[in-house]
């Protein structure tokens, strides 16, 4: 028995009878504990359905891992971007293509886009989501009909894009575009995110997206040049004599600053006088400090944009035709998108006979530092720790103030330069493009009716300006264009009718936009719009009332004054007329009148 290596239990020593008889008691005491949970879980689960819960094992969410986009890629990679208007997109294109990157701007998405994006994203979207959402799907399987493979274009494209987070569905663009990509079959497409608050995803993008100063000062030029392109074309449509021009020499100058932008050439220290400090430790300052100077001090930018206006200056316009201003806010993609995302509002109110004033993206950048000023302000204590400084370290307490008069001197300086460049950029384009709102007088107006500390979507701009454009004059009407549900917009709205109830004569509509309803929406505009036209005809009568004289007779003066026929040409603004006609009739009268001077 020895020798077969089996004891028998009865020849073993005690201490071995002690060892099995432990182990027995550990095994039943282990079924007995398993038993218990076993019985336990079966008791809980049966509880559960009695009181009609349902429970499933939690699965913790996982970003999943993305495909980088590295340096060596960017000759085989195409950057996607859009969301803008075309004017905007075109001029990025420049922009990217000049630094090295294969672009291309996404259509205008339409509504077969957004039904694809309702198909292949989540229920319960804000209308911009799935219009942006289907409209990269769109594009996407439009390149599968031409011949690229799935494989090649997940591999060969890049999606660069908008994000935020807060009170609002814009924070989950990222996700929705995830998941319509899984779902329509491009799973694994990379997307780059730009934040509104932190700038770029670096941790994601850095080797194949240079984040650096000639990208930034890039992208701000495009977005500025895009804004003047898109108001003097605004401007000028609705009084054109040739129906057409404008739009033809609109597509011709985005073209040429499309090349200006992708050919521009940009201080480098390698390629100046200061290439011998290339090497040392200032070479990356001094490349900085040049770059900087040369978009304060260079003029290819302001030359082209002059060139550009000359062409504007051609175009033969009649201000003698009587149209209501209708000055367009209300959440920021509805607002600029301009097809069937925002019911083609544009061009259809401009079908019904009234001058569109569109909103700038400028606007929405001198927003952002004036609400990061507010803010740094309201956290001054909490973020430099001077509250749990004792009140003797006067030191702590001065390193502190200082941090914090840092924070607020260098986002004061960027205002300034930023106004100071946007300004630069439209006097060279041409005279009676308007300036950028004063975001501290918008706060001002709106804090009393939306708190300027709530965020999300556009803040206190949609009251704020309501109550600009109506105290200053420089509307008929206001319309508010929006998404669908959208919540900071509808927060917005109820804080319109407090406005709306001080403003008397306030003509005011917001207008809820979606993938249906566009006949709908036209005929309130319509309705709306009806009263601004009653307005800018009583405005226009007694402007030239108070002449006396007869449009015929300025008709001739203006024919033998060709200038006055030129769309660059500025005519002043009177306290509280509103309407192009009505001012243009007062102008005139007074050159005739010989109160303001001779006109060539």
Known sequence: ???????NPSTASGTDQNVIHSQDLNKVLLNKESFVEQRVEEERIRLEREAGLVTSNIQQFEKPVENLFLKSQ????????????WSHEHLMEGVLRGLGYKAEAIPTPDVEAFQLGKEYGNNGQCNPTYFTVGNLIQYLQGLEKKGQSRQEIIDNYVLLTAGACGPCRFGMYEAEYRLALRNSGFEGFRVILFQQSGGLSQSEIEAGLEMNIDFFLGLINGFNMGDMINEVGFQIRPYEVTEGQTDAVMNESLDFLHDVMRDRKTFDVNNSWTKFLAGSKFGESVNFVGKFMDQLLGKEYSKSLNEAGNKFDQIEVDRFRVKPVVKITGEFWAQLTEGDGNFNMFRFLESENAEVLVEPIGTWIMYLMAQYKMHAQDRKGIDTGDIAAPF?????RLKNEINYRKKIGT?????????RE????????GTGLHELVDQYELQRMGHPFYNTRSSGGEGHLEVAKNIYYNSKGL???VLSVKPFGCMPSTQSDGAQAAVVELYKDAIYLPIETSGEGEVNAHSRVQMALGNARIKAKQEFEEALASTGKTVDEMKKYVDSHPSLKKPMYKVPKQKEIVGTAANFVLHVSSLMDERVGAVA
Request: hydrophobic content about 40%; aromatic content about 10%.
């Open 1 to 7: 028995m020895a020798e077969s290596g089996i004891t």
């Open 422 to 429: 946007y300004t630069r950029l439209q006097k060279s384009l």
């Open 74 to 85: 960017r000759d085989t990679t195409t950057l996607l971007f859009g969301g803008l208007t």
């Open 392 to 396: 003797w370290r006067l030191d702590q």
């Open 411 to 419: 986002m004061s300086l960027a205002e300034k330069i930023f106004k």
């Open 475 to 477: 509307a008929h009407m």
